[in-house]
């Protein structure tokens, strides 16, 4: 039988957005369409979202990085 080469790759991050000078802009009316919004964006990086959730002033995001994206 041929040895057959692999390896796993999982890297995580857990990235936070602050709004500018941390205002208090997040809204709770306008947050679920912020997430969405990121959560698209990881989607079209062919990123898996973990969480994602926030604040008024700030966002956190908590996902799994592409061998692509994290390789540079």
């Given amino acids: 039988m041929p040895f057959m080469p692999q ?11 602050s709004t500018k000078e ?4 997040l809204t709770p009316k306008i947050r679920d ?3 969405a919004y990121q959560s698209r964006i990881l989607q079209n990086l062919q990123c898996n979202s973990i969480t994602i959730g926030g604040v008024a002033d700030h966002v956190h995001v908590l996902c799994n990085l592409t061998k692509k994206i994290s390789n540079g």
Avoid: K, T
């Avoid at 390896?7 to 957005?17: D, N, Q």
């Fill in 7 to 17: 390896s796993l790759h999982i890297l995580s991050a857990h990235i936070i957005f």
């Fill in 22 to 25: 941390r205002q208090p802009w």
């Fill in 33 to 35: 369409r912020v997430w």
